[in-house]
C-alpha cells in the first residue's frame, strides 16, 4: 500500500510562485502525476513523471510554468509552480501509477493524495 501526502499549497498573488511535494511511502519505481480540480469542474491532469525522471508530461495550459521532479532517495515528488494565474487556483493531487509508462489518465493511478488547496490571487 502506497501513501501520499502532499504538501506547500497556499494563498499567492497572480504571478508568484509556489513549490509542491508528494511525500511517498513503500516503493519508488511509480509512475507519479499531480493532478487537480477546481470547484465545480471535473479532476484534470496536470503533470506527470516516470519512475527515474527522464520522462516528462505536462498539461497544455501549465507547460512552460510548472516543472514536474522527483527524488526518489527522499521518496519524494515536487511540482515547481511559477507565473502563477487565477485559474491556477484548485486542489492539487499527487497519485501513484503502477503503469510503465507516464499516462494523463486518472484511472490508471491506483493511489492517490488527500490533495493541497491552491489558491492564486488577482
Known amino acids: 500500500q502506497v501513501q501520499l501526502v502532499e504538501s506547500g499549497g497556499g494563498l499567492v498573488q497572480a504571478g508568484g510562485s509556489l513549490r509542491l511535494s508528494c511525500a511517498t511511502s513503500g516503493r519508488t519505481n511509480y509512475v507519479m502525476g499531480w493532478f487537480r480540480q477546481a470547484p465545480g469542474k471535473e479532476r484534470e491532469f496536470v503533470a506527470a513523471i516516470d519512475w527515474n525522471g527522464r520522462s516528462t508530461d505536462y498539461a497544455d495550459s501549465v507547460k512552460g510554468r510548472y516543472t514536474i521532479s522527483r527524488d526518489n532517495a527522499k521518496y519524494t515528488v515536487f511540482l515547481q509552480m511559477n507565473s502563477l494565474r487565477p485559474e491556477d487556483t484548485a486542489v492539487y493531487y499527487c497519485?501513484?501509477?503502477?503503469?510503465?509508462?507516464?499516462?494523463?489518465?486518472?484511472?490508471?493511478?491506483?493511489?492517490w493524495g488527500r490533495g493541497t488547496q491552491v489558491t492564486v490571487s488577482s
Open positions: 497519485a501513484a501509477s503502477q503503469s510503465l509508462v507516464i499516462s494523463r489518465v486518472s484511472s490508471l493511478y491506483q493511489y
